[in-house]
């Protein structure tokens, strides 16, 4: 179990991931951690491996919190949508890297955040 640690600003933004092979999105990203949305309950305490975005590179990390938030429709499809929170273990190899690549390609412009794609 990793240790708590101090509340890091968070940056909204909305990418894609995959929590185990679960589609999700971030909804903010910090040096410490995720909030996301998915479609699976996660139980809290329970490791996980985050990918974020398009690159291969996963980032491990443990889930802190999980609720149910609503239930969507889709056509005759109905599922549960939950909001959890993951911290990563930095201390696993290349992870404190990845999550500074991650956030680097993330701009914090007044009034807007965007994702910045690489040519």
């Given at each position: 179990m990793l240790e708590p640690i101090a509340r890091a600003s968070r940056i909204?933004?909305?990418m894609l991931a995959r929590i185990g092979f679960a589609p999700s999105r971030v909804l903010n990203l910090s040096t410490t951690g995720a909030r996301l949305e998915t479609q699976l309950w996660l139980a809290p305490g329970r490791t996980c491996s985050l990918q974020i975005g398009d690159a291969g590179a996963r980032v491990p990390g443990v889930v802190v919190r999980c609720r149910l938030v609503r239930v969507a429709t889709v056509g005759d499809d109905r599922h549960?949508?939950?909001d959890a929170g993951i911290q990563f273990?930095?201390?696993a190899p290349g992870a404190r890297e990845h999550v500074a690549r991650l956030l680097a390609g993330i701009a914090d412009e007044p009034g807007e955040v965007r994702l910045l794609h690489a040519g």
């Amino acid at each position: 179990m990793l240790e708590p640690i101090a509340r890091a600003s968070r940056i909204p933004t909305d990418m894609l991931a995959r929590i185990g092979f679960a589609p999700s999105r971030v909804l903010n990203l910090s040096t410490t951690g995720a909030r996301l949305e998915t479609q699976l309950w996660l139980a809290p305490g329970r490791t996980c491996s985050l990918q974020i975005g398009d690159a291969g590179a996963r980032v491990p990390g443990v889930v802190v919190r999980c609720r149910l938030v609503r239930v969507a429709t889709v056509g005759d499809d109905r599922h549960s949508v939950y909001d959890a929170g993951i911290q990563f273990d930095l201390s696993a190899p290349g992870a404190r890297e990845h999550v500074a690549r991650l956030l680097a390609g993330i701009a914090d412009e007044p009034g807007e955040v965007r994702l910045l794609h690489a040519g």
